[in-house]
């Protein structure tokens, strides 16, 4: 039997601080021993099918300055579309696949990079067709909630146009904050906090 919580009141919220990477990811913290490496770190596991591509970027503050120490987690489907979930009923997700990761910011350069395969297009609730993208969750230093936004592939154009969600996006203009800027196999996703190019962030 599952334990009721409704009785429980939420914990105040706090700001993801310095502790965030040692509960994290401590191997890059340098804490060695806790995992064979750090959860999340390799979302390919074998023989993946689909379009192998890196996911990089930096997440800058509203003067412009790369964060440095911010810590992200993606969820997508695999190439076909499948998610690696229980809850997924339309076939078996590729076990190559873990379909999550989780990278922190370079503590020089502010860069993460993620290697996965293209995701493959999803159905809406209503049954069209998403666009292929990644769900994406950013905790920094400063920021009480994690921040959840997406990653669209600029070189979708046509799947892009008649996304369920990028359709409902009242200011066009800020439609290409959402997306990821091809070159070769790499896929460039910048996060803007605040200012003239801020992200679009979803309250999920």
Known sequence: MMQRLDRLK???????GPYVHIGCVP????????YPEDLGRAMITG???????????????GTGTP??????????????GLFNSPAETRGSADPAFAGW?????????????????KPGRVPFPDGRLQAPHI??????????????????????????????????????????TLMARRAGSVHTF?????GENETIFFDV
């Open 135 to 176: 769900t994406m969750w950013i905790v920094a230093r400063g920021i009480n909630l994690g921040l959840s936004t997406r990653v669209y592939f600029e070189d979708e154009a046509e799947a892009n146009a008649a996304d369920p969600i990028l359709s409902r996006i009242e200011h066009k203009a800020r439609v290409p």
């Open 101 to 117: 990761g989780r990278q922190p910011t370079d503590g020089e350069t502010g860069i993460y990079a993620f290697e996965t395969v």
């Open 47 to 61: 023989d993946a099918k689909g379009e192998r591509i890196t996911l990089t970027g930096r997440v800058f503050d």
């Open 27 to 34: 191997s890059f913290a340098g804490i060695e021993g806790v």
């Open 190 to 194: 910048d996060i803007h906090l605040q």
């Open 10 to 16: 939420e914990s105040p919220s706090q700001t993801a």
């Open 67 to 80: 964060l440095r120490d911010a810590m992200i987690e993606i969820w997508q489907a695999d190439a076909a």
